[in-house]
């Protein structure tokens, strides 16, 4: 089906562990992002690509990292994992970049 | 510094009266601005837009005001039903390519039957 998912849809870890979230979507859309939501922040950018192999910072970076081989995927990377990233991330996705954004349904992500 | 503030953590109005939920922005360059609703365990859905040039826009049962002088926004629901009851969050990007949006802390409207 068309659409953007997330994977795992819940995970839980260890400090200082490497973790990886998928994001994956069959729109062939050119820009994709990824979210962090905590409570009191509501949503919060941490990086977002234009196309396949352009990747920048968001507001929220640091202890990220992502990349972007093929358009259809973002995936988003925690190096050394510690217990202020636990939270929902989201990824999503526009055609344009100044179109709505289509998001997934979200990674809830617990390190303990 | 949160750019966009959405002020009430929460609203709770009775089926078939307006909802208004509302959105302050402190950067003069925002020129678009979404709303988006979010049900739990789900992913943000958009809902409507706006841009800077226009003052109203209007889907259905949802109208988004935006009065620039003041970086305001509002989101009306009217008539409101049970199925609004959901997280609704504000959004704004500036006049750049990069499409990033900037959000606000979200306000949880409950329709009451």
């Known amino acids: 089906d068309a659409g953007i998912t997330q994977s795992p849809r819940y995970k839980i870890t260890e400090t200082g562990r490497q973790v990886t979230l998928m994001c994956h979507q069959t729109w062939s859309h050119s820009y994709m992002f990824w979210y962090r939501q905590d409570l009191g922040h509501g949503l919060r950018l941490i990086y977002y690509?234009?196309?396949?192999?352009?990747?920048d910072k968001g507001e929220v970076p640091d202890g990220y990292v992502v990349s972007r081989s093929k358009t259809e995927n973002f995936p988003l990377t925690l190096e050394s994992a510690t217990r202020s990233q636990t939270s929902v991330y989201f990824c999503?996705?526009?055609?344009?970049?100044?179109?709505?954004?289509?998001f997934g349904d979200g990674t809830r992500l617990s390190i303990l | 510094d949160q750019q966009v503030k959405q002020n009430s953590p929460s609203l709770s109005v009775q089926e078939g009266r307006i909802s208004i939920l509302n959105c302050d922005y402190t950067?003069?360059?925002?020129?678009?601005f979404l709303w988006y609703k979010k049900y739990p365990a789900e992913g943000p859905t958009f809902l409507i837009s706006i841009s800077s040039i226009k003052d109203k826009n209007e889907d259905g049962r949802f109208t988004v005001f935006l009065n620039k002088s003041a970086k305001h926004l509002s989101l009306h629901i009217v008539p409101s039903q049970p199925g609004d009851s959901a997280v609704y969050f504000c959004?704004?990007?500036?006049?750049?390519?990069?499409?990033?949006?900037?959000f606000g802390q979200g306000t949880t409207l409950q329709v009451k039957p």
């Open positions: 950067n003069s360059m925002f020129d678009y």
């Open positions: 959004a704004a990007s500036e006049a750049s390519n990069t499409g990033k949006l900037i």
């Open positions: 999503a996705s526009s055609g344009q970049f100044n179109q709505p954004q289509h």
């Open positions: 690509s234009a196309a396949a192999d352009i990747t």
